[in-house]
């Protein structure tokens, strides 16, 4: 088992920044894909970001440029630098880990997921 406890979400203005981090424990995590997701009211979840055990990542188009994922396997922890937000970055952003591909995470089908952190950014 692994859990995973998002952190880091609040308020900020558009054009801002915000870092969100993913605090995992339970089993190695450095042996882990993770990403990240969102969901906004009255939205369906969508994939934000992704990155494999070995660093290799892929994001969503919408935050291509902005939003940057990355891992501290020292400190079993992961993170998602978000920088000028927008918006419609406004949502419950969750963490998720899975010990196979990142494809599998990718399609939102990772066995482990966190409780979400609320994202609000303002105009």
């Known amino acids: 088992q692994v859990q995973l406890v998002e952190s880091g979400g609040g308020l900020a203005q558009a054009g801002g920044s915000l870092r969100l981090s993913c605090a995992a424990s339970g089993r190695t995590f450095s042996s882990y894909a993770m990403g990240w997701f969102r969901q906004a009211p009255g939205k369906e979840r969508e994939f934000v970001a992704g990155i494999t055990w070995s660093g290799g990542s892929t994001y969503a188009d919408s935050v291509k440029g902005r939003f940057t994922i990355s891992r501290d396997d020292a400190k079993n922890t992961g993170y998602l630098q978000m920088n000028s937000l927008k918006p419609e970055d406004t949502a419950v952003y969750y963490c998720?880990?899975?010990?196979?591909?990142?494809?599998?995470?990718?399609?939102?089908?990772?066995?482990?997921w966190g409780q979400g952190t609320q994202v609000t950014v303002s105009s």
């Open positions: 998720a880990a899975d010990g196979g591909r990142l494809a599998t995470v990718v399609a939102g089908r990772a066995d482990y």
